[in-house]
């Protein structure tokens, strides 16, 4: 089996974690801080398991026994998910919150709370989770998710542990992608391109995004050859795709992992290459660069993210780049 399938998205908290459940010294409450993907719910749920298991080993669950089962499809009535409908924790949820923070276990007398989005309650929600975080009852521990810690009531933050939960790793992130059937070589671009999984997904289903991604190397590769279409191609390849501030993120973000992709092909690694497709086309011009040059080029890509980031126009900052590559490159 992977080891990322093993050891969970994040290892060295699913080992610390068995520990504590092996020692029988977990805490109340907990808040699991960390960006989109980060293995949140998942480091929750796993946990859950590890208390409910019938085969744990020094701590860690099975996953196979049927409270493990029970516990991952959403079935264990002990185990209780709260997630925001829209834009909010709702009045409803809030009222069932409640309800059952004051309920015993119905298979045991543990029971464990894992709230999602925690930053997206209301001041009821969070009053009445404070309620119970100050009078905690019998064995019941909360695990509050959540990718914005600072907007949580202080109060609440100061009654539980808080962890901060890495992102996937570009390793973890391919693994994930190749696993659900996405070909490998645009897996191994948006492994490199972000570190979100959801984000990852949409642009694997998004036609436009592979096209993209081509207009853009071949775009760059008129820069290395010399090619003034490079400048036509800004018009009519790169800004064709560009309808709003996402897509030009979208479009900068490959633009910058361009830039830096090349540094990484002209000193020697080539196994680095988040362009597949074009990597053997993209080494043989950059080979033609000195090191001191093709530098310098990445740094123009990154200077570039700093003129949009004062509101440069898009197109004015491409263009602007486009002319200071070759100058760098060609002089």
């Known amino acids: 089996m992977n080891s990322i399938t093993e050891k969970g998205l994040q290892p060295q908290l699913n080992d ?4 504590m459940i092996n020692s029988q010294k977990l805490a109340h409450a907990y808040i699991f801080a960390g960006p989109e993907g980060s293995g949140k719910k998942e480091l929750a749920t796993w946990i859950a398991q590890g208390i409910y298991c019938e085969n744990c080993v020094a701590g860690h669950p099975c996953q196979k026994c049927a409270e493990c089962i029970r516990i991952a499809s959403g079935n264990q009535p002990d185990v209780v998910h709260v997630a925001p409908e829209g834009l909010s924790i709702k009045v409803d949820q809030i009222r069932f919150l409640k309800d059952e ?9 543990r029971k464990v709370f894992i709230i999602e ?4 309650m209301t001041s009821s929600a969070a009053n009445s989770l404070l309620k119970f975080l100050e009078e905690p009852s019998g064995q019941v ?8 810690p600072n907007s949580l009531l202080p109060t609440i933050i100061s009654r539980c542990q808080l962890f901060e939960l890495r992102p996937l790793s570009d390793k973890q992130l391919l693994f994930l992608l190749e696993k659900e059937g996405i070909p490998e070589e645009k897996a191994v671009l948006l492994s490199r391109l972000t570190d979100s999984p959801t984000l990852a997904r949409k642009l694997a289903e998004n036609n436009d995004f592979e096209k993209l991604s ?10 290395l050859q010399n090619d003034w279409l490079c400048f036509v191609e800004v018009q009519t390849k790169l800004l064709t795709y560009i309808s709003n501030k996402e897509d030009e993120k979208i479009v900068f973000d490959l633009l910058l992992l361009l830039g830096k992709n090349s540094l990484e092909l002209r000193s020697g690694g080539e196994d680095q290459s988040a362009f597949k497709k074009y990597q053997s086309q993209l080494k043989e011009q ?3 660069l000195s090191i001191d040059k093709v530098s310098a080029g990445t740094e123009l890509f990154l200077e570039s993210l700093h003129l949009l980031q004062i509101n440069i126009s898009f197109q004015n900052t491409i263009e602007a780049l486009t002319l200071k590559l070759c100058r760098c490159y060609h002089g």
């Open 141 to 148: 521990i909360a695990f509050l998710l959540t990718e914005k």
């Open 101 to 109: 923070f004051s309920k015993s276990g119905v298979e045991s007398n």
């Open 286 to 288: 950059l080979d033609k």
């Open 117 to 120: 989005n925690a930053e997206k």
């Open 214 to 223: 081509v207009n853009v190397c071949q775009w760059y590769l008129h820069i």
């Open 16 to 19: 610390y974690f068995a520990k």
